[in-house]
């Protein structure tokens, strides 16, 4: 693994630090400690190390310190990006499905009150209402659990990338 940046997936957590597992890497198992300070991202990005479930997959980056101990600056548990056209947005959830020919699921986008949404110049936090379907978007976020075919995201950031109705 490289010094600054880990991936895998949490086999233990304490409030001192987690260990996680990463098949095909020598060693397959390490350790990861926290700091007074290490952001966690699993709904929102001011969560407790205690909401780090077993399972969940992690993205964290990293440190060394002089004794070769790797601890943690920021750890986001299961991850998500994508992109796709806005098909409905009653509010609260903005659904997004892949642009032909890509293939994949649908998200439900959940605008939460730290998402920041990105409208051409202006950026709104908390607010998806000026996203219209037919819409382009680029998302980032997390999932409630590592399922990759999960549906809903809780979004971090949303990025409309073409206004148009179809291309």
């Known amino acids: 693994m490289p010094p600054h940046f ?31 300070g290490t952001q966690f991202c699993r709904r929102g990005c001011s969560d407790l190390w205690s909401t780090l479930v077993l399972g969940d997959r992690i993205q964290a980056g990293t440190f060394l310190t002089y004794a070769g101990e790797r601890v943690a600056n920021w750890v986001n548990a299961n991850p ?17 499905r892949p642009m032909p020919p890509m293939k994949g699921d649908a998200h439900s986008l959940a605008i939460e009150p730290y998402t920041k949404v990105f409208i051409g110049k202006t950026q709104r936090t908390g607010d998806g209402s000026g996203l219209q379907v037919g819409n382009a978007v680029y998302f980032t976020g997390t999932r409630p659990d590592p399922n990759a075919t999960g ?17």
Not at 6 to 15: P, W, Y
Not at 151 to 167: E, I, K, L, P, Q
């Open 80 to 96: 998500m990006s994508g992109w796709g056209w806005v098909t409905s947005n009653p509010g609260s959830h903005v659904l997004v």
């Open 151 to 167: 549906y809903d995201v809780w979004a971090f950031t949303v990025y409309r990338t073409y206004s148009g109705r179809n291309w």
């Open 6 to 36: 880990v991936t895998g997936t949490l086999i233990s957590v304490t409030a001192e630090g987690m260990t996680l597992w990463a098949a095909g890497y020598d060693p397959e198992t390490f350790s990861v400690s926290f700091q007074n």
